[in-house]
């Protein structure tokens, strides 16, 4: 079982997908992982064992989610999943002896003794075998034999394609490439000028030869520095300009995907991705030039060993072996601790920004003392993994350190030997002993190379995933840039659910948004309201039913044509870290100043504005002047005004307005608002309650329509909402 498939997760929330991959893998098949996230249904949260079992049910397994202990675990038939630190998925596929050996997404194969196990599978607190933890049990079936699966997905990117970066800086390639030689070459003549020091100068008392040399060895020297300095100044340039390369394509790559995509990706794996990129440029430039400038040097030290003796570059070589295998018998389980240190660390940070930015809270409930604990714990935790990590260094360091130290002694002796028969000189023994000392260097770049590249084809596999994802732009290829914005919107029995819910957030809704007029959509929390907006916005699409404009699909209709026309003002709208006139007028190259005071003239953001020192020019978001919360609402409404659209889409765009402020807000929006298509958003009845249409939506459906005055008067679900807030009726 030492052979048991590892996959590494891409994402902090793949695990999942991940374990069913390796799982796959056991039987013989390879899936691509995209594919088992999209069966498994994976969010920004992961995914929940319910549908990890329907996607191992969709590839032809069969599961069973069981909760069980670990001596019934020691019954089922393996490998299964198990749900891991109330956080995470591993597959465990051997038990024997009490050691339980686990295939985990995030370290790699890892065994754990017993009481390890139950605490990671079971709890903290979990000190009895007989207590229960989590397990989905797979199953192969004849279907998942006969079943022909996608493994590799769409061409992503790959070390060629990426070599491209590199190949288009030729000149510089030319450059590096004969500083290497020029270094090599002059590498190479040190160890015989070292052997003519002592075999001419001293030998025949020759003062003025040793000068000679000295001076010989200075200019080299000089002239080696001199490379160096020129070599890392073309690297720096090489490095930088193909980092900014490839992070500007990921940034052009980014921006082409849908919405969706980031409402399944958390911002630290978007922001690993970046980093990705800066590991890859490291071993496409730096560390793959250096490593090859040491692999010539070796070749050319080597060379040069073989002619002075044989027998010592076979000492040298065996002791060389010796010492790489050392090194990378050690390279597995210290990448399983530096990743449980990661974790650790990880949790450390989280506990120390809990403490700074929730102090506050901890002050009022005087809980001083348990988050201290708490930060106390996970210290205490992160010291042992040190501990650990320190003894496998120590003992690494140590050992590779005896097997140099051997190998460098054991030459001499042979050199010292070989003087004393007359097979060499004293300098021939002084040069090898310079050759010697200069490839130790060497072999140990080689060894960090091997890791480095072992963590840039990781590094690829994430950024070919995002490459592999399909551009808007691809799925707009047949689609109309004409909006007939002139016409009503029809919303036919549309039903739409979110990925990880079995429940359907809109049902079977249909609807007409009458074209020129004010729509209102209110509801409880949690109702489908902002669904429904996103659906009309073109951030998802809807499993079932139509959404038509006039004669035409809105899904016919392409993202670009679309944005154009309409405008928005979400719950959560972003303020650039950028000036208020950029804030205002995002997305153009000049701003209209008139334009820009009528914006937030009728955003009533105006007076705020002009009592800046630095007016529109005042620069905000988190880099600038702080803003409350509505005054950031009413510079997204000027935004969205701005813009002057045919269609516009508030999203509770006044809930954090004053009463005075909002009441003058939509005094002057209603004027705005004339000959627009517009479907409001909102709680309060002052923004609803002159649409010329409101709608009530309750889990999903349609449950009252009309306008005010008659569905006050109808006394429902919206008398209730009113009543609510104005106390009306009895």
């Known amino acids: 079982m030492k052979d048991f498939p590892f996959f590494k997760q891409a994402d902090h929330k793949d695990c999942g997908p991940t374990c069913l991959k390796i799982i796959a893998k056991y039987y013989g098949k390879t899936i691509h992982i995209q594919d088992l996230r999209d069966h498994s249904e994976t969010t920004r949260e992961g995914s929940n064992l319910l549908f990890l079992s329907d996607a191992a049910e969709n590839i032809g397994f069969r599961s069973l989610g069981i ?37 985990d997404p995030a370290f790699g194969l890892i065994e754990y003794n017993q009481e390890d196990f139950i605490k990671y599978w079971i709890g903290n607190n979990a000190d009895k075998s007989t207590e229960e933890g989590i397990a989905l049990l797979i199953e192969a079936t004849p279907k ?21 970066y590199v190949l288009q800086y030729k000149s510089f390639l030319v450059q590096l490439s004969v500083g290497l030689l020029a270094s090599s070459l002059l590498q190479l003549i040190f160890p015989f000028l070292t052997q003519s020091i002592v075999d001419v100068g001293i030998q025949n008392q020759n003062i003025h030869f040793v000068y000679l040399i000295l001076f010989a060895q200075l200019f080299l020297f000089a002239g080696r520095t001199g490379l160096e300095l020129i070599r890392s100044w073309i690297l720096l340039h090489l490095s930088t300009r193909i980092n900014i390369s490839l992070i500007s394509d990921f940034f052009i790559k980014l921006m082409n995907l849908p919405i969706s995509f980031f409402d399944v990706r958390m911002t630290g794996d978007i922001m690993q991705r970046i980093n990705d990129h800066r590991r890859i440029e490291k ?54 601790l530096d990743y449980k240190r990661f974790a650790e660390v990880s949790q450390e940070q989280s506990k120390v920004m809990e403490l700074i930015n929730g102090m506050q809270e901890i002050k009022l409930h005087n809980a001083e003392k348990q988050k201290r604990w708490g930060w106390e714990y996970v210290q205490a935790r992160l010291f042992r993994v040190s501990i650990k990590g320190l003894v496998l260094e120590q003992t690494q360091t140590t050992g590779s350190s005896v097997i140099n130290e051997l190998k460098n002694i054991f030459i001499i002796f042979l050199c010292a030997k070989l003087v004393i028969d007359g097979s060499i000189t004293l300098g021939m023994m002084l040069a090898i002993s310079s050759i010697v000392g200069s490839l130790n260097g060497p072999i140990t770049q080689l ?79 949690g109702s489908g309201k902002t669904t429904l907006m996103k659906l009309l916005l073109k951030f998802y699409e809807p499993d079932k039913g139509e959404i038509n404009i006039g004669n035409v699909g809105l899904k016919n209709i392409s993202q670009k044509a679309w944005r154009a026309n309409i405008g928005t003002v979400m719950q959560e709208g972003f303020i650039f870290s950028d000036t208020i006139a950029n804030n205002i007028a995002i997305g153009v190259d000049k701003v209209d100043k008139e334009r820009l005071v009528y914006a937030s003239d009728v955003a009533n953001i105006k007076e705020y504005i002009s009592g800046l020192p630095l007016g529109y020019n005042t620069k905000i978001g988190a880099e600038g002047v702080g803003m409350s919360t509505g005054q950031k609402q009413r510079l997204l409404i000027a935004r969205a005004v701005y813009k002057n659209p045919e269609i516009l889409f508030f999203d509770e765009a006044t809930s954090a307005l004053d009463a005075n402020n909002e009441k003058e807000i939509m005094r002057k929006l209603d004027v705005f608002f004339k000959d627009k298509t517009v479907v409001v958003i909102a709680h309060r009845l002052s923004t609803v309650m002159n649409a010329d249409q409101i709608v009530v939506l309750d889990k999903g459906k349609i449950i009252e329509i009309g306008n005010h005055s008659t569905l006050v008067e109808e006394k429902g679900n919206y008398f209730k909402l009113v009543k609510n807030q104005l106390q009306l009726g009895n």
Request: charge should be negative; hydrophobic fraction near 45%.
């Open 283 to 336: 071993i496409l430039t730096t560390s793959s030039l250096n490593v090859l400038f040491s692999v010539i040097n070796m070749f050319v030290m080597g060379a040069v060993l073989v002619y002075y003796n044989l027998q010592i570059f076979f000492v040298f070589f065996a002791g060389s072996l010796l010492y790489f295998g050392w090194i990378t018998l050690f390279l597995k389980r210290r990448e399983v």
């Open 67 to 103: 909760k069980t202990d670990t001596e019934t675990l020691e019954e089922v038939q393996l490998p299964c999943i198990l749900h891991w630190n109330k956080e995470h998925y591993v597959v465990l596929y051997k038990i024997k002896r009490n050691i339980y050996y686990i295939s």
């Open 144 to 164: 998942f034999f006969q079943s022909e699966f996608n493994e590799e997905g769409k061409k992503g990117l790959g070390f060629g394609l990426l070599s491209q």
């Open 447 to 525: 060894i960090e190379f091997v890791r480095e590249l072992q963590d840039a084809k990781i590094s690829l596999a994430r950024l070919s995933e995002i490459h592999e994802k399909e551009d808007e732009a691809e799925q707009e290829v047949h689609q109309t840039s004409d909006v007939p914005y002139n016409d009503d919107m029809a919303i036919k029995d549309v039903s739409y659910r979110y990925l990880g819910s079995d429940m359907p957030v809109l049902d079977t809704l249909s609807l007409t948004i009458p074209a020129r007029k004010i729509t209102a959509i209110v509801g409880v929390s």
